[in-house]
């Protein structure tokens, strides 16, 4: 057929296609017109022949659906769908391994604000990613820039690693009118890539174990740091899913006594580029790109079946796994952050925008953005991923960073807000486990206790009155009781019970036990900072010299208030949360933020010295004795009340010489030294009956003396059998104390002892 000459036109013909006529009003192309068609010229492909509308209308890319959104492989061909409101042109961008791009493809369709099609062609293992036309106009919020390769919200699994480059910046970094100046290069060599993925994984016998609440201890670590340093992991699983996975990790978890490991951030992240530039990297991961796809470099086999395969072999081992997720802010930063997904896809409604002026961000995160979950678009992400993780990866439970942002609305946090209630009706989120940290740096940020039934939060006040006590500070005794009962102040109310307060006394952020004890000061010299990162609130002591010391009595003491703390977590009502590496006295070297640590630093050294063997011997014990004194984690609050018809407390109270507290003693500033009776026969549920277990009896003395004890009696027993003593770890012998015998407690001491009863109720 003869052709005429092209011409070029910014406008579209009547003859063309509907599909080619919307495409062709919003894009920034040269258009070839002839008698067969249309050819669509990409401006960022020099000039390369990419896409074509044959006579019949029909071309090898078909309008698709409007869900799932993602890349999803039916078996046939791969459904593209990206959601976008403001949008005016979505192009779905492909790519060969080697990172270089050879098709660009416009999604045709457009349903309900979502841009879709169809490539029946298509298998998993393509890499892809998006350009998005629309509107440059930050004041409005909009911060479109087809220059600007974006990743999919909804991948499955990110390819590569994000180089640092000024072209991932929207705007001209050069420009004195800073991100009003839109930024023409192309980012796409400095991205990562986007990958279609199979999901099929035969999961055998694996399930999950759906521990209750009462019994679960979680362990919280961290992929890499966890098997940088383990000797028996191979050097090329060193740091990945593989590596958590290696048998004598598996099984030390398990010997150890811990039901549930929380994992530090898994979901794909990105190094900050100030931390580059240091020669830092961010290791902790709060600083998310994608929801759905696991860090890249947590893979050796650069596979996500490998995740699952982490998950199977925990499962396998009756251990939970739960998640450290970050859905309050990403890693685009605010105004004058780089491009790499949702701020180029939609900025106006993925973020919370100064409603004044939305080119800048509300900050309520401390990191430059907040993710807007009073969107449904955006409330609908995070909950699809939550239950891609739920039921795709099997993962048990969540902890959400900063999870106030989660039930934060426009005019501050509400209970009942979208994501909230969300998580309470959906029939799989209701059924994970579900742990808020409940603060935030915004306006009334502040929430612990303030979330509604079915979550448990951290409890930072467990914390910090427990340091407050065995420091020795003054005033500290009733605040220490309470917190060793369940914390009912905070969270006894709306059915809530004792095990929604998840006790930790060290975490991620902070000290770890062994620098608790060690430094009075934080030593952050190497994040690069001058010392002005992290918390100067660490309520730690050093008792006598700063780090490590040869001083035998300054050791010992620090031995002691270790297993102090230990013994207060582990006895304590409510969810206990151990910090890895706590249990053989792991130090950081004063470092109380290592988020930027990717080094000796912040990983777990397995080379245990002499004093974390101890440690470690005497935490086995103390997580044994929790196992058999189920009094020590009971469903219940304690009330200390008598009841009525069954004529016993729960839990009482006793000064140092026999006397049950009263209220001068709970006022008493300089009181440090308190008895705490757990009656096993106080009712355990609603139902109106005895209890069956034992009762126990813990001494606890925070003061720089001995303190001598009156054991009490009580009706239905004999005596008091000694069962572990915090002043002599390795005395493992039971030894038997009558009622009314004194009892000298040394100074910074726990003790427990167990009822022998003298009949059966």
Request: glycine share 8%; hydrophobic share 35%.
């Amino acid at each position: 057929m003869a052709k005429t000459s092209p011409k070029k036109t910014s406008k579209p013909t009547a003859a063309l296609p509907e599909s080619a006529q919307r495409v062709l009003s919003h894009a920034q192309v040269d258009v070839a017109v002839d008698t067969s068609g249309v050819r669509i010229i990409h401006p960022y492909s020099d000039g390369e022949i990419v896409k074509g509308f044959d006579s019949n209308h029909q071309t090898r890319v078909r309008e698709g659906l409007p869900v799932p959104l993602g890349a999803t492989w039916d078996g046939l061909g791969v459904n593209f769908a990206l959601f976008s409101a403001n949008a005016t042109k979505v192009e779905l961008c492909l790519f060969n391994d080697a990172g270089e791009q050879y098709d660009v493809i416009e999604l045709p369709e457009y349903t309900d604000e979502v841009w879709h099609g169809y490539l029946p062609d298509a298998r998993p293992g393509l890499l892809y990613a998006y350009r998005v036309h629309g509107p440059y106009a930050p004041h409005d919020g909009h911060r479109f820039n087809p220059a600007k390769l974006l990743l999919d919200p909804y991948a499955k699994q990110i390819v590569g690693e994000l180089k640092w480059d000024d072209a991932l910046f929207a705007y001209d970094l050069q420009s004195d009118k800073k991100d009003l100046h839109i930024d023409n290069r192309d980012s796409a060599e400095f991205l990562p890539k986007c990958k279609v993925i199979d999901p099929a994984f035969s999961w055998a016998r694996s399930r999950k174990n759906h521990i209750p609440w009462e019994e679960t201890l979680i362990y919280e670590t961290h992929v890499r740091g966890y098997t940088m340093r383990h000797p028996a992991v191979p050097d090329p699983m060193r740091g990945t899913f593989s590596g958590l996975s290696t048998p004598q990790i598996v099984d030390y978890i398990k010997s150890l006594g811990i039901t549930s490991i929380e994992l530090m951030p898994i979901h794909a992240f990105t190094d900050d580029r100030h931390l580059q530039d240091k020669g830092l990297h961010n290791f902790w991961g709060y600083n998310t790109l994608s929801f759905f796809a696991p860090h890249p470099q947590y893979m050796a086999t650069h596979t996500v079946n490998e995740f699952k395969q982490m998950i199977a072999t925990l499962h396998a081992a009756e251990i939970e796994v739960i998640l450290d997720v970050v859905y309050n802010h990403t890693a685009e930063g605010n105004e004058l952050g780089p491009t790499l997904s949702f701020k180029g896809i939609d900025n106006a409604s993925y973020y919370r925008l100064m409603p004044d002026n939305k080119r800048y961000y509300i900050n309520d995160t401390g990191t430059g953005n907040t993710l807007n979950l009073s969107h449904p678009r955006v409330l609908q992400m995070v909950t699809d991923s939550l239950r891609y993780w739920a039921t795709e990866m099997q993962v048990d439970g969540f902890r959400f960073d900063l999870a106030t942002i989660l039930g934060r609305e426009s005019y501050g946090f509400d209970e009942g807000c979208g994501f909230l209630d969300t998580c309470r009706q959906d029939p799989i989120l209701s059924q994970c486990k579900l742990i808020a940290e409940p603060w935030d740096c915004g306006p009334g940020g502040y929430q612990v206790g303030g979330f509604p039934p079915g979550w448990t939060e951290w409890n930072d006040r467990f914390r910090d009155s427990a340091r407050k006590f065995w420091r020795g500070d003054e005033g500290q005794l009733a605040q220490f009781a309470t917190r060793l009962s369940g914390s009912a102040d905070i969270f006894n109310h709306r059915g809530r019970k004792p095990y929604a307060s998840v006790n930790f006394i060290t975490a991620h952020d902070g000290f770890t036990l062994n620098d608790l004890v060690s430094y009075e000061n934080k030593h952050n010299e190497a994040n690069g900072e001058d010392g002005n990162d992290g918390s100067n609130n660490n309520i730690s002591a050093n008792y006598g010299a700063e780090g490590p010391t040869d001083d035998p009595s300054i050791n010992e003491l620090r031995q002691r208030q270790m297993r102090n703390l230990l013994a207060t977590l582990l006895f304590s009502q409510g969810t206990p949360m151990l910090l890895a590496g706590d249990e053989f006295a792991r130090s950081q070297n004063g470092n109380n933020n290592a988020y930027c640590q990717d080094t000796d630093i912040a990983w777990v050294n397995w080379a245990i010295e002499a004093k974390g063997k101890s440690m470690l011997l005497f935490t086995y014990r103390l997580i044994a004795l929790r196992k058999r004194f189920p009094i020590l984690h009971r469903g219940r609050f304690l009330t200390g009340a008598v009841h009525e018809k069954l004529n016993v407390k729960d839990v009482s109270w006793f000064q140092p010489r026999g006397d049950e507290m009263s209220e001068e003693a709970w006022a008493d500033p300089h009181a440090k030294s308190i008895a705490m009776l757990l009656d096993g026969r106080a009712q355990p549920t609603g139902l109106l009956r005895y209890g069956s277990l034992s009762t126990v009896l813990l001494l606890f003395n925070a003061s720089h003396e001995e303190v001598m004890f009156s054991l009490p009696s009580v009706a239905h027993g004999e005596s008091w059998r000694h069962i572990l003593d915090t002043f002599q770890p390795d005395d493992v012998n039971e030894h038997n104390f009558d009622f009314g015998r004194e009892y000298i407690c040394p100074s910074r001491t726990v003790v427990l002892f167990e009822l022998i009863s003298s009949t059966k109720q």
